[in-house]
């Protein structure tokens, strides 16, 4: 899995703070990495925070760089402490990273009407991803468009 890709902790590093590196060290060490899944060249984790719920990460590799997206309102320049903790637990130890089907592979086995109920399943539980559906079939972006 992490030898698969050619993320370092040196480009982990260059995408954050030093403050930022350190503390996602720390998180690491701390055993706040709950989760670690790789799904395809995506991968999803929990890592927990100062909130009562783990921080949510989404990471897409690309050959030897990256793009990531936490939960947490960090906003302080570079990526946070729960990325850098969740990227060092997959390119230290992928043992405790579990592989499972790209999201692809599996919306690709799904029958057009199963898509659809999916969908729906999603959006009732997620209803921004309303506005995400709009965007993408080309409806209006906000409300106050109508």
């Known amino acids: ?80 402490k729960h990325i850098v903790a969740a990227l060092l637990t997959f390119v230290r130890d992928d043992f405790w990273v579990d592989s499972r089907a790209p999201i692809e592979v599996l919306l690709s086995e799904l029958n057009a009407a199963d898509l659809k109920a999916l969908i729906i399943r999603i959006v009732d539980e997620n209803p921004n991803i309303a506005d995400v559906i709009d965007s993408f079939c080309g409806g209006p972006e906000s409300p106050s468009e109508h």
């Open 1 to 80: 899995m992490g030898s698969e890709n050619h993320i370092t902790e040196d480009t982990i590093r260059a995408k954050t703070t030093e403050k930022s590196f350190g503390r996602g060290v720390d998180y690491l060490d701390w055993g706040m990495v709950e989760r670690v899944t790789q799904r395809g060249n995506r991968l999803f984790a929990e890592v927990q925070g100062s909130e009562c719920e783990a921080y949510r990460i989404g990471v897409t590799l690309q050959d030897d760089d990256f793009k990531a997206a936490c939960t947490c309102p960090y906003d302080w320049g570079g990526y946070c």
